[in-house]
Nanobody
């Protein structure tokens, strides 16, 4: 069964940085397009960054230029480097496949709070 374990969240001041990690048990992580999603209080979960098996990336407009997604297929780990954080980035962050590769099983997520 697919499992995702997200980590690296925390409390950070506006303008600060965090790096999130996601360990995936997915045996075919190497060929799936993967993504980071976030869910802010009272809002739907949304995809903010994605990466193909070949390393092509895509970002939501709200994070473009500030977030960087990367993957290590050897250890099946997905990363999200987040810079110049703002209070609007406050959310629970999750990883999963993208599109038809998304699993119905989600991890616990990792909480990011941006506040002074």
């Amino acid at each position: 069964q697919v499992q995702f374990v997200e980590s690296g969240g925390g409390l950070v001041q506006p303008g600060g940085s965090l790096t999130l990690s996601c360990a995936a048990s997915l045996s075919i992580f190497r060929i799936y397009p993967m993504g980071w999603y976030r869910q802010a209080p009272g809002k739907q979960r949304r995809l903010v960054a994605s990466i193909t098996s070949g390393g092509n990336t895509d970002y939501a407009d709200s994070v473009k230029g500030r977030f960087t997604i990367s993957r290590n297929s050897i250890n099946s780990t997905l990363y999200l480097q987040m810079n110049r954080l703002t209070p609007e980035d406050t959310a629970v962050y999750y990883c999963n496949g993208v599109g038809r590769y998304a699993s119905g099983v989600w991890g616990q997520g990792t909480q990011v709070i941006v506040s002074s």
